[in-house]
């Protein structure tokens, strides 16, 4: 698989709440269709070439959350809120 920036939509996820990610995962999946998480993680890297129906879905996602379309596409780090725990 060749991975392609402009397929990737981690730079929209980047400007959703951490606490939406899940939501946002979730309706993605249902929006495509999709079977499982592990799809949606290759996708959401950019492995996938989409058709202009499955970009505009996407798109409307991220719209739901109060991001643009020009602010969906593209690759960047996915930062989120981690819980490390101290052991004793």
């Known amino acids: 698989m060749i991975k392609q920036e402009n397929d990737s939509f981690n730079k929209g996820l980047n400007?959703?709440?951490?606490?939406h990610h899940?939501?946002?995962?979730d309706e993605i999946i249902?929006?495509?269709g999709l079977k499982n998480v592990v799809s949606y993680s290759v996708r959401r890297a950019g492995y996938v070439h989409y058709s202009p129906a499955e970009r505009?879905?996407?798109?409307?996602?991220?719209?739901k959350y109060g991001v643009p379309s020009?602010?969906?596409?593209?690759?960047?780090?996915?930062?989120?809120?981690v819980k490390r725990h101290r052991t004793l």
Do not use: K, M
């Open 56 to 63: 505009r879905c996407i798109e409307e996602v991220f719209a």
């Open 22 to 25: 899940e939501a946002v995962r």
């Open 15 to 19: 400007r959703v709440l951490p606490i």
């Open 30 to 32: 249902h929006q495509l």
């Open 70 to 81: 020009s602010d969906v596409w593209g690759e960047e780090q996915i930062y989120t809120c």
